[in-house]
């Protein structure tokens, strides 16, 4: 204890200055008037984001589209067409087909404007309540009976 420098002192909670960023001329010419001292750094990459510089963004995208994936095919139209003229000959909207098979109205929706991709199973359940062929080369003939 008898080193002690009792002439320093020690303020709690007191923040030390932090250099000021002048947004302005006026307050940079402030500056220079008082004499503080002024440094000035140009913004090389002022208003860009970074995320999506110029050439590493194309870079990048470039390579996407060399690894791209083809996307899955959709139903054939013809299935579509198939599937819309026996529904109407049964005389069953798309809700109404959709309950019988157990699907979304838009599942059904989707098979008939040709967004869908194909699913076997929910071929197979239209084809049963449809009474029509929607796979394979003969679709949108009737189903036949038992072979004999």
């Keep these: 204890m008898s080193n002690t420098d009792w002439d320093s002192k020690l303020v709690i909670g007191h923040k030390v200055k932090a250099p000021k960023v002048a947004r302005n001329e006026s307050d940079l010419n402030g500056a220079r008037r008082v004499g503080a001292v002024v440094a000035t750094d ?3 990459t ?19 589209r060399e690894n791209e994936v083809a996307p899955p095919p959709k139903v054939a139209p013809s299935v579509g067409k198939a599937i819309q003229t026996a529904r109407m000959e049964k ?9 019988k098979v157990n699907e979304k109205p838009s599942v059904i929706q989707d098979y ?37």
């Design 42 to 44: 140009k913004k090389v």
């Design 46 to 64: 002022a208003g860009v984001n970074k995320a999506h510089q110029g050439t590493d963004h194309q870079r990048i995208a470039k390579l996407d």
């Design 91 to 99: 005389q069953l909207a798309q809700k109404d087909l959709a309950q």
């Design 112 to 148: 008939e404007s040709g967004r869908a991709v194909p699913n076997p199973q929910i071929l197979g359940k239209l084809e049963r309540v449809l009474g029509v062929k929607l796979r394979g080369s003969d679709i949108g003939k009737k189903l036949g009976g038992p072979k004999s």
